[in-house]
């Protein structure tokens, strides 16, 4: 099979992380006869410094164009120190996501055997975690209008929902509980919020369409508290945008690093499959980068995108006997223990696939 992905490597240790990626992703592709066409594209602040915007027409083409988009990160602190910038890195993400319809970020949360005393939270809370949360990317309060009032004294956000944006988010909440334990939970604010009460009464009167799903509702601080003590109670939760940004990346530390977990953006064009973590501008060229959630993020490609399952789970395996034999960046290395490089962990990746 021949695929043609986008690569946007992005700011900071993007370039570094999303090269292992594609080392990996290209010995699987000779593994199991595949050929794989990457298009770099620019993206973020490396675009702004480029050509004055974070999202080029170009890029937007070029994306429309693949049959994936591999994505690394973005954002650099001369834009993050500066609330006045007119044009920030940001603005090119959330333009990615309207422009390529990506109106669904699926975000798993997992444990590795072999690390499971690198979390924060206790192994008896942590064991047997493997949840998916959804979360709405491309309405909310990041894309409604804001602005500032009496002489700037004053700012606002609006946080607006249309009943079609939560009834097709959550329909990928519905399918893709079937495919699991058949467990759903609706994360909202219903007691405060007319959004969140929309939220509800939309996925309540979709409950009929799916009659093996068991489905719950809670209250935004109340997941966000049960995370850090049950996480293992959940499997499917969808959310708005908003919440849905703080929930992951607190979900995100329970594997033990931020360097682990990888997500997709889906919707109506060209997917999208990333690593969870920033930038991290202050490693960038210091090849110290933890890259396997990129390396994940092609695993999801490869099945989501390309219906290729076997070899996501070839590429799943080989993280899982790194982390095993301990070729790991610093963020996880043990104590005492051989710490490897960025380019070294794909390498070696790459020598045992």
């Known amino acids: 099979m021949k695929y043609t992905i986008a690569l946007l490597a992005g700011d900071g240790i993007g370039p570094e992380v999303i090269n292992e990626a594609v080392k990996v992703s290209n010995a699987i592709a000779k593994k199991f006869n595949h050929e794989i066409t990457w298009t770099p594209a ?61 109106f669904a970020n699926v975000r798993p949360t997992f444990t590795f055997p ?10 008896e809370r942590i064991e047997g975690t493997d949840l998916v949360f959804l979360r709405e990317l491309t309405g909310g309060i990041y894309f409604g209008e804001k602005g500032r009032r009496d002489g700037g004294e004053t700012a606002f956000d609006n946080c607006v929902y249309t009943r079609a944006e939560v009834q097709r988010l959550a329909k990928k909440g519905f399918e893709l509980a079937m495919t699991r334990t058949k467990k759903l939970c609706c994360v909202d604010k219903a007691n405060v919020l007319e959004t969140s009460r929309l939220w509800r009464e939309t996925v309540q009167a979709m409950e009929k369409d799916y009659p093996e799903v068991t489905v719950s509702y809670e209250f935004v601080d109340a997941v966000a508290m049960r995370l850090v003590q049950w996480p293992n109670t959940y499997d499917v939760l969808i959310t ?46 210091l090849n110290i980068a933890n890259p396997l959630a990129t390396v994940l993020s092609a695993a999801m490609m490869f099945e989501d995108a390309f219906g290729l399952k076997e070899e996501a789970e070839a590429i799943r395996a080989v993280v899982n006997k790194s982390l095993e034999q301990g070729i790991v960046t610093e963020d996880l290395a043990a104590k005492g223990a051989t710490v490897y490089k960025t380019s070294d962990v794909g390498d070696w990746l790459v020598a045992n696939l």
């Open 114 to 123: 072999s690390l499971i005393d690198n979390s924060p939270l206790k192994r």
């Open 240 to 285: 708005e945008n908003l919440f849905g940004d703080i929930l992951t990346d607190e979900a995100s530390v329970i594997s033990g690093s931020m360097g682990l977990m990888p997500s997709a953006s889906v919707g109506e064009h060209t997917s999208l499959y990333e690593p969870i973590h920033g930038s991290y501008p202050q490693a960038t060229g």
């Open 42 to 102: 620019l993206t973020g602040a490396c675009a702004i410094d480029a050509v004055g915007v974070p999202y080029p027409d170009e890029t937007h083409e070029i994306c429309m164009a693949a049959d994936a988009v591999l994505f690394g990160a973005i954002g650099h602190p001369k834009y993050d120190n500066d609330p006045s910038a007119p044009v920030r890195p940001e603005q090119g993400l959330l333009l990615m996501r309207k422009k390529l319809g990506l």
